[in-house]
C-alpha cells in the first residue's frame, strides 16, 4: 500500500488555489482596494474634521471680540466664519459617507472572521447626519444669538438641525431669558450700555415702564431681536456664555480630538467625557475604558504608527449621537466615560481596521478593551486546513480534498473533488 506522496500534495495545493480564487470571485473584486484605501480616507476624514474645528475656534473667537468691535455690523466675520463652517460640516458628511462606501466595499471571505462591517457603516451613517445637523445647528444658533430670527421661527424651519425638545433649544431660550434680564435691569439703572440700549426711545413715563414695554413685546418684535443681539456687544460673561453654546452646538455630535489637534491629553479627555454625558445623567455615573492599539504579530506590540479611533456611544437617540475621533491616538488611552455601551473602531496605517462592538463601561470601574490589528500586507490568503477522505489511499483509487481557505477576511470550506491517484506519481 503506498500513501498519498509529496507529488499529489502539491497538486492538492494547485487545486486548492484555483478553487479558493474562483470562490473569492463571487464576491465584489475592490475589497483589497477598500482595505488597501482606507487610511488614506480616513487621513481626508480627519483633515476635513480639522479644519471645520479650526473654523470653530475662529467663530468662538470671533464672538469673544464682540466686545472690542467698532464695526456698524459687528457681525459680518461671523456671517462669513458660519457659512463657512456649514460648508466644511458638508465636506466632512462626504467623507463619512466615504469610509461608509469603503465598508460596502469590504466583503467577508466565505464566514465573516470578526470584521464587524455593519457597526461601522452604522457609526459612519450616524456621523454623516450627525456633522450636517451640527452644522445646521450652529446657523441656527447664530441666527437667534444675532438677532436674526427668533428661537421660533428657527425651530419651525425644517433645515434648523435643533430638535423642538431638546437641550439645544433649551439653551438658546436660556440666553434669551439671560438677555432679556440684562437688558431689563440696564433699564431700570437707566445705563443705555454706550448706546446699546436706547432707554431714550422706549415708550413710557418712567424706567419701570420701558423695561416692562420691552419685556412685554413679542420674540419676533425686531426691537427685541435687535436688543438681545447688542448684549453680547457690552456683557462680557454672556460673550464667554454664547461661545460655549457655539461649541455646544458644533461639536456634541461629533467631537475631534488628539494630542496633534491641540490641547493636552487630559484636557480633551475631559471634553470627551462630557461629550458623552446626555442631559439626564448624573457626572458621577461614570468609569473607565482602557484602550489599546496593538498588532496582531507575535508577542501583540503595541502599534507605534499613527493611530486613528472612533468611539461610538450605543445607547443614544439617532437625533442626540454621541461620537468622538481621537487622531494620533496613543498606543494606549484611559478614558473616563459615562457609564453606558461604547463601539470602538481602531486604525493604523499599513493595518487592517478593527471594530469593537457594545463594550460596556461600568460605574467606578475600568474596562481594558485591546484591539489587535492585523499586518495589511501580512494577511494574504492561506491554506489552514487539508482533509483528504479517506485519509489513506491506494494507486488506482480516488480521494475527496476538502480544503478550508482562510484570510483576514473570513474562512470558507471549499471541496475540490475527487483525485485520481493513478495518475500521481509516488
Not at 464695526?71 to 467623507?95: C, F, G, K, M, R
Not at 439703572?189 to 422706549?202: A, F, H, K, R, S
Not at 480630538?257 to 445623567?281: C, F, K, R, S
Not at 478550508?404 to 475540490?416: A, P, Q, R, Y
Request: charged share 20%.
Amino acid at each position: 500500500m503506498k500513501l498519498l506522496s509529496k507529488s499529489l500534495l502539491v497538486l492538492v495545493v494547485l487545486l486548492f488555489l484555483a478553487a479558493c480564487e474562483k470562490e473569492k470571485t463571487t464576491h465584489k473584486p475592490d475589497t483589497a482596494a477598500a482595505l488597501a484605501n482606507y487610511w488614506d480616507g480616513q487621513t481626508n476624514l480627519a483633515n476635513s474634521l480639522v479644519n471645520r474645528d479650526a473654523t470653530m475656534n475662529s467663530i468662538e473667537q470671533a464672538i469673544m471680540n464682540l466686545g472690542n468691535s467698532k464695526d456698524p455690523n459687528p457681525y459680518a466675520e461671523l456671517d462669513a466664519l458660519v457659512e463657512t463652517y456649514i460648508q466644511q460640516s458638508d465636506a466632512a458628511a462626504n467623507y463619512f459617507i466615504t469610509m461608509r462606501n469603503l465598508e460596502d466595499n469590504i466583503v467577508p471571505y466565505g464566514d465573516d472572521k470578526g470584521l464587524l462591517g455593519d457597526i461601522a457603516r452604522g457609526i459612519y451613517n450616524k456621523s454623516a447626519d450627525a456633522v450636517i445637523s451640527s452644522g445646521r445647528m450652529v446657523r441656527s444658533g447664530y441666527r437667534v444669538l444675532s438677532g436674526k430670527q427668533s428661537l421660533r421661527q428657527v425651530l419651525n424651519d425644517p433645515e434648523s438641525g435643533i430638535p423642538i425638545v431638546s437641550s439645544f433649544a433649551a439653551d438658546l431660550q436660556r440666553h434669551n431669558a439671560n438677555r432679556d434680564a440684562a437688558i431689563r435691569y440696564s433699564i431700570l439703572q437707566n445705563d443705555t450700555q454706550e448706546g446699546n440700549v436706547p432707554i431714550p426711545d422706549l415708550p413710557g413715563n418712567t424706567l419701570e415702564e420701558k423695561a416692562n414695554y420691552y419685556i412685554n413685546l413679542s420674540d419676533e418684535d425686531p426691537l427685541k431681536l435687535e436688543l438681545r443681539s447688542y448684549v453680547s456687544l457690552w456683557d462680557a460673561d454672556e460673550r464667554i456664555r454664547t461661545a460655549a453654546t457655539a461649541k455646544k452646538l458644533g461639536e456634541t455630535g461629533v467631537k475631534l480630538v488628539g494630542d496633534a489637534y491641540g490641547g493636552g491629553i487630559g484636557e480633551w479627555t475631559n471634553e470627551v467625557l462630557n461629550q458623552h454625558m446626555t442631559p439626564d445623567q448624573d457626572p458621577s455615573d461614570k468609569g473607565s475604558m482602557k484602550i489599546k492599539v496593538n498588532s496582531s504579530a507575535s508577542g501583540n506590540p503595541p502599534i507605534q504608527g499613527p493611530k486613528t479611533l472612533i468611539i461610538d456611544r450605543v445607547d443614544t437617540p439617532d437625533n442626540d449621537p454621541r461620537v468622538t475621533v481621537i487622531i494620533d491616538a496613543p498606543a494606549e488611552l484611559t478614558q473616563e466615560l459615562p457609564t453606558g455601551n461604547y463601539n470602538v473602531i481602531a486604525m493604523a496605517d499599513e493595518f487592517i481596521r478593527n471594530v469593537e462592538g457594545a463594550v460596556s463601561v461600568v460605574k467606578e470601574n475600568l474596562t481594558n478593551q485591546v484591539n489587535q490589528l492585523l499586518k495589511l500586507a501580512e494577511n494574504a490568503i492561506i491554506i489552514e486546513s487539508i482533509t483528504p477522505n479517506p485519509e489513506t489511499v491506494t494507486l488506482g483509487s480516488t480521494a475527496r480534498v476538502n480544503l478550508v481557505c482562510m484570510s483576514t477576511l473570513g474562512k470558507t470550506s471549499v471541496s475540490i473533488g475527487a483525485l485520481p491517484v493513478a495518475n500521481i506519481q509516488t
